[in-house]
């Protein structure tokens, strides 16, 4: 291996004697528009080998990361530069000898010379390459249709070209340095290019949230409520203007047979009060909402010295994935684990550039419970643009301190149901709610069962109203294989719910408020909550994030 490289380098560092040495410019066009400020690709080429390069690269000017392919007979070699400091490639052999074309009797000239059309079909996508022999070299502008002589025209479903714009005869051809000991496969090398092109925060790395006494924070996570919350303090980068910003999460039971409601939160530390004071004292210590049922209801909305939980992600888990997979059924194989993903890039201005608690919770009286991952993935976009600059959480009744003693989000007994005042310090225009609902308790006449409509009022006049359902929980039964069997063939799993399914994210709504002027506003949320049954009773998990510019 190291003689190649050494050849390799040899062969693209020095003057190529009795050979003719190409260089060719391509530029991409979108339905008929040339596109704006692109990097033209380049190839340089003669009778053995080419190069797909750019300008930027040449002259030094790229952004990270950045890619370059060398063409050496049926081989292609790629090399990728990640950062100034880390390089890896590798080499295929397979590829460029695997691809089939349909050759067609069209012919066209191109830039003086004499084409010819092949035809091939990728993942569903018609690719047309016109190219010639005239030069008696071989090159395109990507690995696609190098044994062919070179490709001066490549037409992606008659909607996106790239095509040559200039063939120039040089000297040499640019040097390219690889590594021996950076080769990986293919596979490896793809993957380390792809996880390059973002910055991934990891916040939890297979950690255990369960119920247990022996549930011990250490350096650097925090546990809580007997193991169901853990909390890590998390540096974010600064977060480009118009960037996409999201939250992955992995679950596995780790014990647990049943569907928990999960939530993923930061603590804000805006006030003088947060949640991290009734963490460690006790939800006792946090401000109680009172709406005259005789309940109390700690921390769950905006005072004048404290903010609620802002939550970026409600998921709920699946009946026992990976730990109960050992139940058979005639065919059902089962999913080994549960991936949620969610955008939640409207919340960006809480998260840029600071220091943050991020937290999950999964309520659960479960030992080993539930075996969780979570990162956060930022993702640069070139003509992005913001999705809001004010975020401002208002409520959240999600009682992710269940297990240490926070009561149920039972308030909606009353007709006052939630009742929230809120100041604001400026103008927030474009103001929005961004909503989460799902309803819990009972059985049959439980309201996890039964739709409920939810009106939301602003400054006492209704905005909006809805009634938050899923029908599709049936979509997701491999994921649940601890779910119950009944006797008219469906399974738990299987029901429709108050806007949930074991195994799912459930997605915020965006409710529009308008233009909110400074100072003093209100919002109400009224939803009629089914009375108790016996020991069941109904409950509602909601949260409200005020967004705006």
Same mark, same amino acid.
């Given at each position: ?16 004697f ?13 339905n ?11 190839? #340089? ?16 000017k ?18 990728a530069n ?12 397979? $590829? ?9 009797s ?6 003086g010379?004499?084409?010819k059309?092949?035809k091939?079909i ?5 690719? &047309?390459?016109? #190219? ?14 190098q ?30 340095s690889?590594?021996?000991n950076?080769?990986?496969?293919l ?8 996880? $390059? ?7 939890f790395k297979?950690?255990?949230?369960n ?5 011990k924070?250490?350096? $650097? ?5 007997n193991?169901?919350i853990?909390?890590k ?8 203007k118009?960037?996409q910003?999201?939250?992955d ?15 993923v939160?930061?603590?804000p530390?805006?006030?003088?009060? $947060? ?5 460690k004292n ?14 109390? #209801? ?6 004048e010295?404290y ?5 970026l992600?409600?998921?709920?888990t ?5 730990? #109960?997979?050992?139940? %058979? ?16 890039s ?12 991020i937290?999950?919770f999964?309520g659960?009286y ?8 979570v ?31 926070? !009561? ?24 929005k ?9 009972g059985w ?17 006049? &209704?905005v ?5 359902w899923? !029908?599709d929980?049936?979509?997701y ?42 100072g ?8 009629? %909550? ?6 069941s ?11 705006? !510019?």
């Amino acid at each position: 291996m190291k003689n190649f490289f050494i050849l390799l380098f040899s062969v693209f560092s020095i003057t190529s004697f009795g050979q003719k040495n190409y260089k060719i410019t391509y530029l991409k066009s979108s339905n008929g528009t040339l596109i704006e400020n692109q990097d033209a690709i380049l190839v #340089y080429s003669n009778e053995k080998k080419s190069l797909i390069t750019s300008e930027k690269i040449i002259t030094k000017k790229s952004e990270f990361p950045f890619e370059q392919t060398i063409i050496d007979g049926l081989s292609y070699y790629q090399l990728a530069n990640l950062s100034n400091s880390k390089a890896i490639s590798t080499k295929d052999s397979v $590829s460029i000898g695997k691809q089939n074309f349909e050759f067609l009797s069209d012919t066209k000239k191109i830039l003086g010379y004499t084409c010819k059309k092949a035809k091939t079909i990728i993942n569903s996508n018609t690719i &047309e390459l016109w #190219y010639t022999n005239d030069l008696k070299i071989k090159g395109a502008p990507t690995v696609l249709g190098q044994d062919l002589g070179l490709v001066l025209e490549m037409n992606r479903n008659g909607n996106f070209i790239i095509a040559a714009t200039k063939i120039e005869k040089v000297k040499t051809i640019p040097s390219i340095s690889l590594d021996s000991n950076k080769t990986l496969d293919l596979l490896s090398y793809r993957d380390l290019l792809w996880k $390059s092109r973002f910055t991934t925060v990891s916040v939890f790395k297979d950690e255990i949230i369960n119920f247990s006494n022996e549930s011990k924070s250490n350096d $650097s996570i925090l546990r809580f409520a007997n193991g169901t919350i853990i909390l890590k303090k998390v540096k974010i980068p600064s977060i480009a203007k118009g960037s996409q910003v999201f939250i992955d999460v992995c679950e596995q039971s780790n014990g647990d047979a049943y569907d928990r409601t999960g939530s993923v939160f930061m603590i804000p530390m805006d006030k003088k009060q $947060s949640f991290i004071d009734g963490l460690k004292n006790g939800a006792k210590t946090l401000p109680v909402y009172n709406n005259g049922n005789g309940k109390d #209801y700690q921390g769950i909305i905006s005072t004048e010295n404290y903010l609620p939980l802002l939550e970026l992600m409600r998921f709920f888990t699946p009946f026992g994935i990976k730990q #109960y997979n050992h139940i %058979q059924l005639k065919d059902k194989t089962w999913e080994e684990k549960v991936n949620y993903r969610q955008d939640v890039s409207e919340l960006t201005a809480a998260l840029n550039n600071k220091e943050i608690y991020i937290g999950t919770f999964i309520g659960n009286y479960d030992k080993g419970g539930h075996k969780v991952s979570v990162n956060i993935t930022i993702h640069p976009e070139e003509n992005g643009k913001e999705k809001s600059t004010f975020v401002l959480p208002i409520f959240n009744t999600t009682n992710v301190m269940e297990m240490a003693g926070q !009561e149920y989000g039972t308030l909606f007994n009353s007709e006052k149901g939630l009742f929230v005042n809120f100041t604001l310090e400026k103008e927030v225009k474009n103001a929005k709610l961004r909503y989460i609902s799902t309803g819990h308790g009972g059985w049959e006449n439980g309201d996890e069962f039964v739709p409920k409509k939810n009106t939301i009022l602003l400054d006492e006049k &209704e905005v909006f109203h809805f009634t938050p359902w899923r !029908e599709d929980c049936g979509s997701y039964r491999l994921y649940n294989p601890a779910s119950g069997n009944f006797s008219n063939g469906l399974s738990s799993s299987d029901y429709s719910r108050s806007n949930w399914c074991p195994g799912m994210v459930t997605n915020p709504v965006y409710i529009e408020l308008g233009d909110l002027k400074e100072g003093q506003h209100s919002i109400q949320v009224i939803i009629p %909550q089914g009375n108790p049954e016996g020991t069941s009773f109904s409950s509602w998990n909601v949260s409200g994030v005020l967004i705006g !510019e």
